[in-house]
């Protein structure tokens, strides 16, 4: 049975009741998380308190990187164990595991070297007064985090929360608890004050809303859905606590027909496939100009039917959605397809080793989606991706900027002119020119536009985030 993580030890929960921790590749229950409660949640948040106002306010910007960099080589050291971890928690096939664990030191150590370089500026202001700025953390820093990349999450949003100076109390989901309840312990060892880093389990409804609410939390940052997303605003706004809403996408991938086929044709595979299709920045519509439309979708079919789908211990191209309630929602949306009459390309093949109690689902690739089906507005979360044709420029802007969200777009051509006009008409938090995602990017500020949220986490850009901005003026004659 695993425990809460409060104040650097292990917590039953005061409800003491437990949810069941099931492995995605054969949907059998392995272990067991706490059911939390407002309650527990109130004991971190004290928790929390006091340790920052304790240990935590004693420690220089400079110690705080160096406590982040010890961390960040003891998650590197336990990079093997976290991947096994979240393989069976997450159904991750073993090279998504590991570079997941592997991403979540890297944070740690970007985010380690930023401690000490965060400052406020003096400002020219009249004749006989000094005016400056200090960039001060919020205090008690609140993170919600869904379950599909939980240590890349875990790392981005409380990794910069705590390089400004926040200390943290962190819901993961109920479907993946498990392998940030060993970051926390680790950090403890490598000498974490008691309360800088807290871990609740529990359901969203109970244990996320109570954090929404809870008066000492100075700061939410919350990835997850739209609909989650807008009832964690709400919560905050009773209080008038500042969020940072990471939310979904349904990003699209524009190919123009100048592009270069052999280098689309896996990064566009592979952005939809990635985590069984369940990642925000999925690359989930396929824009195609015309003249380029029928080769590409020949190759890209062949590319799907060898896909291959099975246990995450296999270590194939796809593994298993997290959920039952995942793969029925991804059914849901192709069986409407098939009413609709939008035509199936190819699909990958789940193999024979595959448990039928395990939660698979072949990647499908659909043509000619139109523009205002469900298929080409709502996310998935699923390996499915919507194909169109464009004619022109116009065109694909109007088709990319024809959903609610805005978190990425990649655009693929020679011409550096249209490179240039594609970005700025694209309305997305990130654009990718003949790439896409490149490769991670912890450097780089990442977030949405539209209903794919505000406030930016990732790179520098974060700490401005997680700190808030306090004028010092001083009238000295
Ligand atoms: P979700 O919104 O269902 O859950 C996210 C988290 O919110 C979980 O910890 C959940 O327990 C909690 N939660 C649920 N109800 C709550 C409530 N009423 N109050 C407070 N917390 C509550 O999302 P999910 O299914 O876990 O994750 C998938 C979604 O996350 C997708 O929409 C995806 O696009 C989005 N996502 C966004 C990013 C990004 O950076 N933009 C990254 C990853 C995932």
Same mark, same amino acid.
């Given at each position: 049975m695993q425990h809460h993580f409060i104040a650097?030890?292990?917590?039953?929960?005061?409800?003491?009741?437990?949810?069941?921790?099931?492995?995605?590749?054969?949907g059998q229950t392995y272990d067991t998380i706490q059911r939390g409660t407002a309650d527990d949640i109130d004991q971190a948040v004290r928790a929390a308190r006091q340790c920052y106002e304790g240990a935590w306010s004693k420690l220089s910007a400079a110690e705080r990187g160096r406590l982040m960099m010890r961390l960040s080589l003891?998650?590197?050291?336990?990079?093997?164990?976290l991947a096994a971890i979240e393989q069976r928690d997450?159904?991750?096939?073993?090279?998504?595991?590991?570079?997941?664990?592997?991403?979540?030191?890297?944070?740690f150590e970007f985010y380690a070297g930023a401690c000490d370089k965060l400052h406020g500026e003096t400002l020219p202001y009249q004749q006989g007064y000094t005016?400056?700025?200090?960039?001060?953390?919020? /205090?008690?820093?609140?993170? &919600?985090? =869904?379950?599909?990349?939980?240590?890349?999450?875990?790392? %981005?949003?409380?990794?910069? @929360?705590?390089?400004? /100076?926040?200390?943290?109390? &962190?819901? =993961?989901?109920?479907?993946?608890?498990?392998?940030?309840? %060993?970051?926390?312990?680790? @950090?403890?060892?490598? /000498?974490?004050?008691?309360g800088a880093i807290n871990i609740v389990t529990?359901?969203?409804?109970?244990?996320?809303?109570?954090?929404?609410?809870?008066?000492g939390i100075d700061h939410i940052s919350f990835t997850g859905s739209p609909t989650v997303g807008t009832l964690i605003q709400q919560a905050a706004a009773e209080r008038h606590c500042p969020v940072t809403l990471e939310l979904g996408g349904k990003s699209p991938q524009i190919v123009f027909a100048d592009a270069d086929l052999d280098e689309v044709l896996p990064v566009v595979v592979n952005a939809i496939v990635q985590n069984a299709g369940q990642t925000c920045s999925a690359g989930s519509r396929l824009l195609v100009q015309e003249g380029l439309y029928e080769p590409l979708l020949e190759r890209l079919g062949a590319a799907f039917s060898n896909l291959r789908v099975g246990p995450a211990a296999m270590d194939l191209d796809v593994g298993p959605l997290i959920r039952q309630t995942q793969q029925q929602r991804v059914w849901d949306f192709l069986s409407d397809a098939q009413h609709a009459g939008i035509p199936m390309v190819a699909q990958?093949?789940?193999v024979e080793e595959a448990p039928e109690s395990g939660f698979y689902q072949a990647p499908t690739l659909l043509r000619d989606v139109p523009v205002t089906h469900r298929l080409a507005q709502e996310e998935v979360f699923g390996p499915v991706l919507a194909a169109m044709s464009f004619r022109d420029e116009d065109h694909a802007v109007e088709l990319a900027n024809?959903?609610?969200?805005?978190?990425?777009?990649?655009?693929?051509?020679?011409?550096?002119?249209?490179?240039?006009?594609?970005?700025?008409?694209?309305?997305?938090?990130?654009?990718?020119?003949?790439?896409?995602?490149?490769?991670?990017?912890?450097?780089?500020?990442?977030?949405?536009?539209?209903?794919?949220?505000?406030g930016r986490e990732k790179g520098f850009e974060a700490l401005l985030g997680f700190t808030t901005l306090k004028t010092v003026a001083i009238k000295h004659g």
């Amino acid at each position: 049975m695993q425990h809460h993580f409060i104040a650097n030890a292990p917590a039953r929960s005061s409800s003491e009741r437990t949810l069941p921790v099931i492995d995605p590749s054969d949907g059998q229950t392995y272990d067991t998380i706490q059911r939390g409660t407002a309650d527990d949640i109130d004991q971190a948040v004290r928790a929390a308190r006091q340790c920052y106002e304790g240990a935590w306010s004693k420690l220089s910007a400079a110690e705080r990187g160096r406590l982040m960099m010890r961390l960040s080589l003891k998650l590197g050291e336990h990079a093997e164990e976290l991947a096994a971890i979240e393989q069976r928690d997450c159904g991750k096939p073993t090279k998504q595991a590991r570079a997941d664990a592997v991403a979540l030191a890297r944070y740690f150590e970007f985010y380690a070297g930023a401690c000490d370089k965060l400052h406020g500026e003096t400002l020219p202001y009249q004749q006989g007064y000094t005016v400056f700025t200090w960039r001060e953390p919020h /205090g008690v820093t609140g993170h &919600v985090i =869904p379950w599909n990349y939980p240590m890349q999450i875990f790392g %981005r949003s409380v990794g910069g @929360a705590l390089a400004a /100076g926040n200390v943290c109390v &962190v819901k =993961p989901s109920e479907d993946a608890c498990m392998s940030l309840l %060993r970051v926390a312990q680790l @950090a403890a060892e490598v /000498g974490f004050p008691a309360g800088a880093i807290n871990i609740v389990t529990g359901y969203g409804h109970e244990v996320g809303d109570a954090l929404a609410r809870h008066p000492g939390i100075d700061h939410i940052s919350f990835t997850g859905s739209p609909t989650v997303g807008t009832l964690i605003q709400q919560a905050a706004a009773e209080r008038h606590c500042p969020v940072t809403l990471e939310l979904g996408g349904k990003s699209p991938q524009i190919v123009f027909a100048d592009a270069d086929l052999d280098e689309v044709l896996p990064v566009v595979v592979n952005a939809i496939v990635q985590n069984a299709g369940q990642t925000c920045s999925a690359g989930s519509r396929l824009l195609v100009q015309e003249g380029l439309y029928e080769p590409l979708l020949e190759r890209l079919g062949a590319a799907f039917s060898n896909l291959r789908v099975g246990p995450a211990a296999m270590d194939l191209d796809v593994g298993p959605l997290i959920r039952q309630t995942q793969q029925q929602r991804v059914w849901d949306f192709l069986s409407d397809a098939q009413h609709a009459g939008i035509p199936m390309v190819a699909q990958g093949q789940v193999v024979e080793e595959a448990p039928e109690s395990g939660f698979y689902q072949a990647p499908t690739l659909l043509r000619d989606v139109p523009v205002t089906h469900r298929l080409a507005q709502e996310e998935v979360f699923g390996p499915v991706l919507a194909a169109m044709s464009f004619r022109d420029e116009d065109h694909a802007v109007e088709l990319a900027n024809a959903t609610q969200f805005g978190l990425v777009a990649g655009i693929w051509t020679r011409d550096g002119a249209r490179q240039l006009r594609m970005a700025r008409r694209v309305r997305s938090g990130q654009v990718f020119i003949n790439n896409y995602g490149a490769g991670g990017g912890v450097e780089l500020p990442f977030g949405g536009v539209k209903s794919s949220g505000y406030g930016r986490e990732k790179g520098f850009e974060a700490l401005l985030g997680f700190t808030t901005l306090k004028t010092v003026a001083i009238k000295h004659g």
